[in-house]
């Protein structure tokens, strides 16, 4: 199990990503086989995050847009880390995020936090 605190604007709609520098994101690595003995969280670093796609731009009531994040490992390895992000969208009357989907409600801005 890994988790994210993210305290960071991710995503901008219509505007382009911020991205993390290295060291900002970390993650406690809890995955051990069954039967296992127990041992101390072995903790896994993060050299960056990114978003994607870079920007949104909604222009139609039906339109939708899903969304990926990915985090590069301090080995090079890349993971989806989208499940694992707690998203939040600064102004929830403009848009809904919806399992990983993101849907307009109205017209306006909002950043995917």
Not at 28 to 38: E, Y
Not at 55 to 69: C, E, G, P, R
């Amino acid at each position: 199990m890994r988790f994210f605190n993210l305290a960071r604007t991710l995503l901008i709609i219509g505007a382009p990503l911020s991205s993390f520098g290295v060291g900002l994101v970390q993650a406690i690595a809890q995955d051990a086989p069954a039967g296992a003995p127990a041992q101390a969280p072995a903790a896994v670093s993060y050299k960056s995050l990114v978003v994607y796609p870079p920007s949104i731009k909604i222009s139609a009531q039906n339109d939708l847009q899903h969304i990926v994040a990915v985090a590069t490992r301090s080995d090079g390895i890349t993971v989806d880390v989208s499940d694992q992000v707690q998203w939040k969208l600064e102004n929830p009357a403009v848009a809904k995020l919806e399992n990983l989907v993101l849907h307009p409600l109205a017209d306006g801005a909002t950043q995917l936090i």
